[in-house]
């Protein structure tokens, strides 16, 4: 019975990671600064890859860094501060 309750445990908690990053890669383009959903209303291309931007303030924070925020594959960890 042990045995059933922790195969069945295991089951729901990988289904239930499963069911959040899905939901995490399908909720759309993020803002490479804040982190946030983006929009294609405010977009920048650098190095003839089109960014997105949630705000005008995270597109001028990335035009005077760009570095610190290209290639990154995960959302910046902190709060959006606008």
Do not use: D, R
Request: net charge positive.
């Amino acid at each position: 019975m042990k045995k059933l309750f922790s195969l069945v445990f295991v089951l729901l908690f990988m289904a239930s990671s499963f069911a959040w990053a899905e939901s995490a890669v399908s909720s759309g383009p993020m803002c490479p600064v804040s982190g946030e959903k983006a929009s294609g209303k405010i977009n920048y291309v650098y190095q003839g890859k089109t960014y997105l931007f949630c705000c005008p303030k995270c597109l001028k924070e990335f035009k005077k860094h760009p570095e610190k925020y290209v290639n990154l594959n995960t959302p910046p960890l902190g709060e959006h501060t606008h």
